[in-house]
């Protein structure tokens, strides 16, 4: 039906679309419209200017695509890429996310290795002397602090807990380490 030809014009000049009838038995209002009008079932759906230039460009100016023959010299592996199906967009974040999780795993072991690399080669250095003089002084508190915890205990000042007793128990061990470095 021509949307023209359904405009009416009053007794005062004015553009119309006449009441109709619904394939329900009620009827539509008249409805004014102005000159020019043009419903929206009508109208052409909007197309920005970059949309519009690639729906009239060929992708590449003077290509014409491949020709029969081209196609029939296709390989098997060829034919098998291009049956390939088609992964939706979920399917292709997922796809990248575990590329990038494998990624990530394969630098934590690389990260890993080198660290364990670099304790091993410093436990077969040699102690510079500072790094003597630090043990030292670490190995001398300790021992500190185990005579006093004895003399509290020979005094009768405290009743050693286990953690106590495990700590008097290394005198012996820690006066060996003094003694090798």
Do not use: C, H
């Amino acid at each position: 039906m021509n949307f023209e030809a359904s405009l009416q014009r009053d007794a005062q000049g004015k553009m119309f679309i006449p009441s109709t009838q619904r394939p329900d038995g009620s009827w539509r209002p008249v409805k004014y419209v102005k000159e020019g009008y043009v419903p929206q079932d009508e109208q052409d759906t909007y197309r920005s200017k970059g949309k519009k230039w690639s729906e009239g460009a060929t992708a590449i100016p003077g290509y014409t695509g491949p020709t029969p023959k081209s196609e029939e010299r296709m390989t098997n592996a060829d034919l098998a890429a291009s049956n390939k199906p088609k992964l939706s967009k979920n399917q292709k974040k997922r796809a990248k996310k575990k590329e990038a999780k494998k990624e990530d795993e394969f630098v934590i072991e690389e990260i890993t290795t080198g660290i364990t690399e670099q304790v091993n080669i410093s436990k077969g250095d040699e102690l510079t002397p500072g790094e003597i003089e630090k043990k030292k002084k670490g190995i001398m508190k300790k021992l500190r602090a185990i005579e006093d915890l004895q003399a509290k205990v020979d005094a009768g000042e405290i009743v050693p807990d286990k953690d106590q007793v495990a700590k008097l128990s290394k005198k012996k061990e820690l006066e060996k380490q003094l003694k090798e470095l």
